[in-house]
């Protein structure tokens, strides 16, 4: 959608609806659109709310005028955004890994990783008796951590994909491969099988990780040769080019149900040869 439809958006209506405006053109960028969105409002002095969604922050600054906020009053903005998604992420971790340590059953697939496998489908489009073990937001030391909830539902085989949460963090390959390492005996030493899902390559908005991840990617690849086990380039099927293309996810990282079929698509072939 053009600047001047989106401008129209703004000018005919209260409030939009970004979920609308999205599937209304899937070939533009999201976050662009909506960041032109908000350039244009502020430009023609309109006062349409962007989306019916409040936010946080929204909430937050709600009392404060923008061009007069004090510093104290800045400082406790920061603090108090800080102190709820810290929070807010550690105890997801720890009521996430409570809750698969005990309700565990027997299975012979676990799927795991951080938010692009904790939202995927499996359960729906595999009919193979799996584990979901993912978990948004976590990092390849995270996961180090709770490695247990994999061993605990006593699988054949774990597919592991993680590691662009790492990067978008600060993290280095090198610490990466060194978690994956580690994870990899750990099931190695439980005769578990593993698969190891190249890490995927993130879109526009994220694109200065993708030498990174091409450079993962070498490491993990070279590790699953010395240990012998299977390696699976997702890129290869979603993202040919070296990103992650817009007909696959709508923020340049999360997957779209076209990209995870035909993720799925490939485990399937790979499966029927494997169970």
Request: with cysteine; net charge negative.
């Amino acid at each position: 959608m053009n600047k001047d439809k989106l401008l129209q958006q703004l000018r005919e209506n209260e409030c939009l609806d970004l979920i609308e405006l999205y599937q209304s053109d899937t070939d533009q960028h999201f976050y662009s659109s909506v960041g032109a969105l908000y350039d244009l409002r502020e430009q023609h002095q309109l006062t349409a709310r962007i989306s019916r969604f409040k936010t946080e922050v929204e909430n937050l600054t709600r009392d404060i005028d923008a061009e007069a906020i004090t510093p104290e009053q800045f400082k406790q903005l920061t603090r108090t955004l800080d102190l709820n998604q810290r929070t807010q992420k550690v105890a997801r971790y720890i009521q996430t890994q409570d809750n698969h340590m005990t309700f565990a059953k027997p299975v012979d697939l676990v799927m795991f990783g951080d938010s692009i496998t904790e939202w995927g489908p499996w359960h729906d489009a595999i009919s193979i008796p799996l584990a979901n073990r993912g978990l948004g937001g976590d990092t390849t030391d995270g996961m180090l951590r709770r490695i247990e909830v994999t061993t605990v539902c006593q699988p054949k085989l774990v597919c592991v994909m993680a590691g662009i949460n790492d990067l978008a963090q600060g993290y280095s390959v090198e610490e990466i491969t060194q978690n994956y390492e580690q994870m990899l005996n750990f099931w190695q030493a439980r005769d578990i099988d593993i698969w190891v899902q190249s890490t995927l390559y993130v879109g526009q908005r994220l694109s200065q990780l993708n030498p990174l991840v091409t450079e993962l990617n070498s490491n993990l690849q070279r590790l699953c040769q010395e240990k012998q086990l299977r390696f699976i380039d997702v890129n290869r099927i979603l993202c040919p080019d070296g990103g992650l293309p817009l007909q696959c996810s709508a923020d340049d990282l999360h997957l779209n149900a076209f990209a995870y079929g035909q993720w799925i698509a490939h485990l399937h072939h790979l499966f029927v040869e494997y169970f």
